[in-house]
Nanobody, 129 residues
Framework: QVQLVESGGGLAQAGGSLRLSCAAS????????MGWFRQAPGKEREFVAA????????FYADSVKGRFTISRDNAKNTVDLQMNSLKREDTAVYYC??????????????????????WGQGTQVTVSS
């Protein structure tokens, strides 16, 4: 099992920035892909970004491309999500996730929830105008 703990998030104004971090522990040797999903009130959980555990091949949802950056910190065993130029529609609970078995970042984007093996507890991001 892999345990995931998110940090960061909070309140930001539109146009501002926030940074999320997800720390992985447990069977981290089994991780192929780590990513972020989000769920706004009344909406389904959706893919945001993913990256190989090695730190290669980041992949983004079209809605965040050019504004969000996903990266891997090998020393800390974390995957971070830098969110810039925030919009009100970015308001959601953000969840860290790891793939169940082999996957790719693009595969996580296409297959969505079906390839997720473990979830973090979620962290709230609220963007005000």
């Amino acid at each position: 099992q892999v345990q995931l703990v998110e940090s960061g998030g909070g309140l930001a104004q539109a146009g501002g920035s926030l940074r999320l971090s997800c720390a992985a522990s447990g069977r981290t040797f089994s991780i192929y892909v780590m990513g972020w999903f989000r769920q706004a009130p009344g909406k389904e959980r959706e893919f945001v970004a993913a990256i190989k555990w090695s730190g290669d091949s980041p992949f983004y949802a079209d809605s965040v491309k050019g504004r969000f950056t996903i990266s891997r910190d090998n020393a800390k065993n974390t995957v971070d999500l830098q969110m810039n130029s925030l919009k009100r529609e970015d308001t959601a609970v953000y969840y860290c996730a790891v793939s169940r078995g082999f996957s790719t970042p693009q595969g996580m984007a296409v297959m969505g929830l079906r390839v997720v093996g473990s979830w973090g507890q979620g962290t709230q991001v609220t963007v005000s105008s």
